[in-house]
């Protein structure tokens, strides 16, 4: 089975196709990725009309080079998954619309798939597949949730932050530093050259006894550091300030993750969105981890932020646990706004 995977929820456009056979976990067979972040540079975030005309300009090509690049015809694909939600309303369009033209022109069925279910489930392409169940850390651009995983389709939110996302957080403590946007890699980058002690920084809900998350505060400390700093602008001490921001960020995240495996007493964790890149999040979850037994799976590097395999495994995916058959309607209703909790869920 055949799956040709489209995301287009923000600004990057994505196109993929996986294999998927019986019950074994889909392979990928190739993939495309056009970044849109030197277009919106400029504007210091995503401009979304620049995104549509954008994704507009670059699907098809992205399609046809994966089709190239692993060798199939069109017609010999089996099903089409696309990116409904949630992202931007007219980007989703776009891989939406080429998803449905493609299923009605080649008579194939198509499916809407959730991006955050697409980040969730990408850590199965790689060469470290977890097993089900296990908690996972959804820490991306938009998200920060803890939740557990049963199965596809089978997730129980167990916490997430009441404000800010984790990978927010990291872009809008660049943005302070002058590190323009998207900030997550930069931030990280200058990091390596700074002390993460160098500044005292709060842990927002770090002992609040639950699985939130609170990010909003710990910008707002950066910011009074950041000012004080335009008087006398002095590199070591952004670096330090970058690693100090980047420490407190990843101790909540570790903390909070433990306190969930703790709860549930699963032994294994994923994590999965862009801040997954982290290394220094890698490096302190795989420490704690290591000395609790429990495993840790992450998506390949390349495949941490957006991109149209986890769309193309998810839709297969779903469709292999039997959740939800891939319709031809082609209405491609897209949904803006779409909290997981409100999926088709599996029996
Ligand atoms: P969502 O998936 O919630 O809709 P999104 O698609 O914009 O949001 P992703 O593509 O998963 O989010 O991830 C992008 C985020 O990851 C950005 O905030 C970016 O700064 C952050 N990020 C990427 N690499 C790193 C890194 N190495 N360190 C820290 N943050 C990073
Ligand atoms: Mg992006
Ligand atoms: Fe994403």
């Not at 994505?14 to 998927?20: E, F, M, Q, S, Y």
């Not at 694909?77 to 931007?88: E, H, K, N, W, Y």
């Not at 809008?172 to 930069?186: C, E, F, R, V």
């Not at 646990?321 to 779409?338: H, L, T």
Request: aromatic share 4%.
């Amino acid at each position: 089975l055949l799956v040709l995977g489209i995301e287009s929820s923000c600004d990057e456009t994505g196109v993929a196709l996986v294999r998927a056979e019986g019950e074994g976990v889909p392979t990928l067979l190739a993939h495309a990725l056009h970044t849109q972040v030197a277009m919106h540079a400029d504007y210091g975030g995503v401009v979304p009309e620049l995104a549509s005309r954008d994704h507009i300009r670059r699907v098809i090509p992205l399609a046809n080079e994966v089709l190239a690049q692993s060798g199939t015809a069109l017609e010999a694909i089996d099903m089409v998954a696309f990116t409904r939600g949630p992202g931007l309303a007219g980007a989703l369009l776009v891989g939406a619309g080429l998803a449905c033209a493609l299923g009605a022109a080649l008579d194939k069925p198509v499916l809407g798939v959730h991006h955050l279910e697409g980040h969730l489930l990408s850590p199965f392409l790689s060469a470290d597949p977890p097993e089900f169940p296990f908690i996972a850390l959804l820490v991306s651009g938009g998200h920060t949730q803890l939740m557990r995983v049963d199965g596809v389709g089978r997730y129980e939110l167990l916490g997430e932050t009441i404000d800010d996302a984790a990978g927010e957080a990291f872009d809008k403590s660049a943005k302070l530093l002058g590190l323009g946007y998207p900030g997550g890699p930069a931030l990280a980058r200058l990091a390596e050259f700074g002390d993460p002690e160098g500044f005292k920084l709060p842990r927002p809900l770090l002992h609040s006894g639950n699985l939130d998350f609170s990010f909003a505060g710990l910008k707002t400390a950066v910011l009074t550091h950041a000012k004080r700093m335009e008087s006398a602008p002095c590199d070591q001490q952004r670096a330090d300030l970058a690693a100090s921001t980047q420490a407190a960020i990843v101790e909540v995240l570790v903390k909070k993750s433990l306190n969930a495996l703790k709860n549930s007493g699963l032994k294994r964790l994923v994590v999965a969105g862009g801040v997954g890149a982290n290394a220094r999040l890698r490096d302190d979850l795989n420490a704690a981890c290591a000395a609790r037994g429990v495993r840790v799976h992450y998506p390949e590097l390349h495949l941490c932020t957006d991109n149209g395999a986890m769309i193309a495994l998810a839709g297969a995916m779903r469709m292999q646990a039997g959740i939800e058959a891939p319709s031809r309607q082609y209405a491609f209703d897209v949904k803006p706004r779409w909290p997981l909790d409100q999926l088709p869920l599996a029996a």
